[in-house]
């Protein structure tokens, strides 16, 4: 079992930078990707970017070229620098650790509110 805990959201000005931190403890296997996603209000949650293990990345078309997805195996932890940020950018994100192998898990994060005014 897996437990994930979210930091570093808040409120920011359209244009503004944020950095979203997500630090995993309890057995974790490996192959895994870590994300982000994330729910505005009244919408369905959404992939943002994840990194598998190996470094891999993968972006929504909406956030490529403004976020940056990073890792550090050493420590379990999964950042989400978010640059140039939208209003449209603004809801609840959600880390998320799942299973890249034959060990099938898929723990969640609490979430964390990204508020983004214009």
């Known amino acids: 079992q897996a437990q994930l805990v979210e930091s570093g959201g808040g409120l920011v000005q359209s244009g503004g930078s944020l950095r979203l931190s997500c630090a995993a403890s309890?057995?974790?296997?490996?192959?895994?990707?870590m994300g982000w996603y994330r729910q505005a209000p009244g919408k369905q949650r959404d992939l943002v970017a994840v990194?598998?293990?190996?470094?891999?990345?993968e972006y929504a078309d909406s956030v490529k070229d403004r976020f940056t997805i990073s890792r550090d195996n050493a420590k379990n932890t999964v950042d989400l620098q978010m640059d140039t940020v939208k209003p449209e950018d603004t809801g609840v994100y959600y880390c998320?650790?799942?299973?890249?192998?034959?060990?099938?898990?898929?723990?969640w994060g609490q979430g964390t509110q990204v508020t983004v005014s214009s």
């Open positions: 990194i598998g293990s190996g470094g891999a990345t």
């Open positions: 309890g057995i974790i296997f490996r192959p895994n990707a």
């Open positions: 998320n650790l799942k299973s890249t192998g034959a060990l099938k898990f898929d723990y």
